[in-house]
């Protein structure tokens, strides 16, 4: 996977069944693929037992949808106006099994050509338009990744063509050619091979994530823990000072309209309440659990370095076991925390993490760095990440950052978004969605919380100001993608934001992505330096089981192993710092001691 260049440009979505196809002969008012799926997702739901769900196949799905909503199918998926008569050339993934249901009725019809990139080969298919509106259908009802993609020439040579009323609306347009990307959120991704006659013609880039618009085909899921009305996946984290806030979620059943939290600090007698939202959250594939709720109360008024206990509910429901947490203490420069590389909603991951709190019970939160989950759009896998954690981050607040698995094919990061309520202080670029970048300073430590499947051009200024204003004695900045690997070069990174950590001299830098561990030397203008006072320190780490066969020297490198898990503690007293790396076992696997 590559760093996604801009933001996602929109949110959505075999064998035959015995049984025969059910279809509402009633006109459908569904106008938007979205909303055809939508419908037919519950109508298969009505019809069909879970079983029957895992055999669908595309003709099946003909017979089962009304007309209309073919009709809508065939012809919302992507739109827009031309000038001039003009020729659609189709480039196809030639490895796609199933041809798009409308594609040869339309009137495409297959060439001899093919456009190559350095991963697939496109058939390229054409058709005839007058000037006028073009529209176009589903790339499919299985979820094939590599897209089709279009480019738009003149039928007669010569003429200039004017594309107007383009959709989706953040659809962008370039010149067909060797060496243009055709998906943002793989761009370096390039074409390698285009046929001398379609070159210079408009080509309309898109994201893999649109195969899942219409995804119907093996796309059923079920969840291990579905929700209840009982609260669960109980998570601390803060949107405003760590030492006089503190933000709680937790989920439920979509059937619990309200939630409710109650806190107290110990040893008083008051009991206190706070404000509560809720956002209805769906997956309309997940079949055992479509709808749930997520609820978010921000505690205020807090006292600096109090313990306070805590359960949330409902008025009419059940309530959480109580539990407590710790803010930050008025008396500074003094506190420990843990990271964790990528954690892909691991169990082995899960039994390490849970082992944390029992060895280190004196940490003040918890950071990710990135891809939390393997799939960020599948809700399932943010189930098992919140089973396997057990609890931790009922007790301590989790801090973390996407990386490119929580922020799918060019979709975004949404439901990451929805299960954290973290700074809204990033950014104020619309390409930066809120909280997915953000900063926070904790006693005499300022966190720049970064994500690197954002622009780095619509970041870069923000990065500059926080660490120009910052008099914290220590820096750190998380992100996903590491400077420093020798698996993907990111020079893009280390010029944009690696100068600016020499600049104003950031002391370490937490990664992941690689899945090996890695601490740098001092690095500093992309060489060696003799010292940390002159340099910055790269760490990559890697919190499931993983092993690299392949293991080439790298000039820069202090530390690394090629398999993990680890986990990293940061312990801060003044102006000295202790940086500790321990494997699932708990045996120390790396130590750095620094002193200002």
């Known amino acids: 996977m590559k760093r996604s260049l801009i933001a996602a440009l929109l949110t959505t979505l075999g064998a035959q069944l015995v049984v025969s196809a059910c279809r509402t002969e009633a006109p459908s008012t569904a106008t938007t693929v979205k909303d055809v799926m939508d419908g037919a997702v519950t109508r298969l739901y009505e019809t069909l037992k879970p079983e029957q769900l895992d055999t669908l196949g595309q003709s099946y799905i003909l017979r089962f949808l009304t007309e209309s909503e073919k009709e809508v199918l065939a012809t919302q998926y992507l739109t827009f106006e031309v000038d001039q008569p003009v020729t659609v050339s189709l480039m196809r993934h030639q490895d796609q099994k199933i041809l798009p249901f409308w594609l040869e009725p339309s009137g495409f019809r297959k060439t001899g050509m093919v456009v190559k990139n350095e991963e697939y080969i496109y058939e390229v298919w054409q058709k005839n338009f007058d000037a006028g509106k073009v529209s176009l259908g589903i790339n499919g009802f299985d979820k094939h990744r590599p897209v089709y993609f279009i480019s738009v020439g003149p039928q007669k040579p010569g003429d200039q063509v004017t594309i107007s009323n383009v959709f989706p609306k953040h659809q962008t347009l370039d010149s067909l050619r060797v060496g243009v990307f055709t998906y943002h959120d793989w761009s370096d991704l390039t074409l390698t091979e285009v046929p001398e006659i379609l070159r210079g013609q408009t080509l309309f880039q898109t994201i893999r994530g649109r195969a899942r618009e219409a995804h119907l085909i093996g796309a059923f899921r079920k969840t291990t823990t579905p929700s209840s009305p009982k609260p669960d996946q109980i998570l601390l984290s803060w949107s405003g000072d760590p030492g006089q806030t503190m933000d709680v979620q937790w989920r439920t059943a979509a059937s619990v309209a309200e939630g409710s939290v109650q806190y107290w600090e110990i040893g008083s007698n008051d009991t206190l309440s706070a404000p509560v939202t809720a956002f209805r959250m769906e997956d309309r594939l997940l079949q055992n659990d479509r709808y749930v709720n997520r609820f978010t109360a921000r505690l205020s008024g807090l006292q600096p370095g109090g313990t306070y206990g805590y359960r949330v509910g409902s008025k009419t429901g059940p309530w959480s076991a109580p539990a407590t947490f710790t803010t930050q203490a008025a008396e500074p420069n003094r506190f420990s925390f843990i990271w964790f590389g990528d954690t892909h909603k691991s169990p082995d991951w899960g ?122 004695d220590w820096k750190f900045a998380f992100f996903h993608f590491p400077p420093y690997n020798f698996e993907e070069d990111y020079a893009d990174i280390r010029k944009a934001w690696c100068s600016l950590f020499d600049q104003y001299h950031v002391d370490m830098v937490m990664s992941g992505h690689v899945h090996y561990y890695l601490r740098t030397k001092p690095m500093r203008a992309e060489k060696p330096v003799s010292s940390p006072a002159q340099g910055t320190i790269y760490t990559i780490s890697i919190g499931i089981p993983s092993h690299h066969d392949e293991w080439p020297d790298e000039p820069y490198a202090q530390v690394r192993y090629n398999d993990g898990p680890f986990y990293q503690h940061l312990k801060i007293d003044g102006k000295s710092l202790v940086y500790t790396v321990f494997d699932k076992y708990g045996k120390v696997k790396d130590e750095l001691k620094l002193t200002k």
Do not use: C
């Open 351 to 472: 039994s390490m993490a849970r082992q944390t709190l029992g060895r280190h019970p004196e940490i003040a939160f918890y950071s990710i760095a990135g891809d939390l989950v393997s799939t960020g759009l599948h809700r399932d896998e943010w189930d098992e990440l919140w089973q396997h954690s057990g609890g931790i981050f009922s007790q301590k607040p989790l801090l973390p950052i996407p990386g490119n698995h929580d922020s799918q094919d060019g979709l975004g990061a949404w439901m990451y978004q929805e299960m954290f309520s973290l700074p809204k202080n990033g950014p104020k670029n619309r390409d930066v969605p809120t909280e997915q970048t953000y900063a926070f300073t904790y006693q005499n430590a300022l966190f720049l919380m970064i994500d690197a499947t954002s622009p780095l051009e619509a970041q870069t200024a923000w990065i500059k100001e926080e660490l120009a204003n910052s008099k914290a």
